[in-house]
């Protein structure tokens, strides 16, 4: 067992003692904290927010930067919570999801079914809870260079049905388990190598985004559903919208269009709750 392993292993032991409530608390105080002190992030976190929304106050970006870094650190508490969920009588007091009956008619096409997500508010406890409320989600993560901590995320995120694919070799069990008639999850939301990437708009500005929700839509004609995990008052409420429309074209150019189709719905979402984006992540980092 690593340190960093060790570590978590102890702090959620710890967190599950406590209630939901008390998580996010102690979780935001976290965030709130490493925003006076990771510079770095901090400045990254700025800049983006100016690149984003050049007509606001600097105040502005600053209140949304630290309110973002307390959503992350509130998403990490909550995730090592998260092992209480399964023991609620109402678990939909915690995560409630908009149309969860959305993904469950795109599943009854019986292509499987792609869900694309993001950084939005606690991403971690949306596919924890899918497979709670009945429709296990295969999601795709990057694996840690720690193992054992890797390993102890993974328990984490498996504990309710939630299976979890490794980034890296990822593709053709995928694309078995959407032609098995399974959910898949990705995170596209970040930046992305360039050789690996297209660049489509976002906030004005061309991004470097992984192309793998459109790919895997061609090669297998699974629907692609938009979903998003919106903070509320205690709790969050997951908007699962319906199968988006697919744009015409083929070959790249299909690719481009779905991959932008999907990124301005994510924009529209920031947009609206700037403060539940990662912006903390150097989004525009690669340059086309």
């Known amino acids: 067992m690593s340190i960093a392993s060790f570590i978590v292993d102890r702090v959620s032991r710890r967190a599950q003692r406590w209630s939901f409530a008390t998580a996010g608390q102690r979780g935001a105080g976290l965030g709130r904290l490493l925003y006076r002190l990771d510079r770095r992030h901090r400045q990254v976190a700025l800049r983006n927010l100016a690149i984003a929304f050049p007509d606001r106050e600097p105040s502005w970006h600053e209140q949304v930067a630290r309110s973002s870094f307390a959503q992350a650190g509130r998403t990490i508490m909550e995730l090592l919570w998260s092992p209480r969920l399964a023991t609620l009588d109402q678990p939909s007091e915690i995560v409630k999801f908009d149309s969860l009956d959305n993904l469950r008619q795109a599943l009854a096409g019986g292509k499987g079914a792609i869900v694309a997500t993001a950084h939005v508010g606690n991403w971690e406890l949306m596919g924890i809870a899918a497979a709670h409320f009945g429709i296990p989600l295969i999601s795709i993560a990057r694996t840690l260079d720690d193992p054992a901590l890797d390993a102890r995320l993974i328990d984490l995120r ?102 932008a189709a999907i990124t301005a719905k994510l924009e529209h979402y920031v947009r609206a709750h700037p403060e539940a984006w990662l912006w903390m992540h150097d989004r525009w980092r690669e340059r086309p």
Do not use: C
């Open 158 to 259: 498996t504990r309710t049905g939630q299976r979890i694919f490794a980034k890296r070799n990822a593709l053709r069990p995928t694309l078995r388990a959407l032609r098995a008639g399974d959910a898949v999850a990705l995170l596209s939301d970040q930046n992305t190598l360039r050789r690996e990437a297209v660049f489509v708009p976002y906030f004005g500005r061309l991004a470097a985004t992984t192309p793998a929700v459109a790919h895997l839509h061609l090669r297998t004609g699974a629907p692609i559903l938009n979903a998003f995990s919106i903070p509320e008052e205690g709790r969050y409420r997951v908007i699962l919208e319906p199968p988006m429309e697919i744009p015409e074209g083929d070959g790249d150019e299909a690719v481009t269009a779905i991959t």
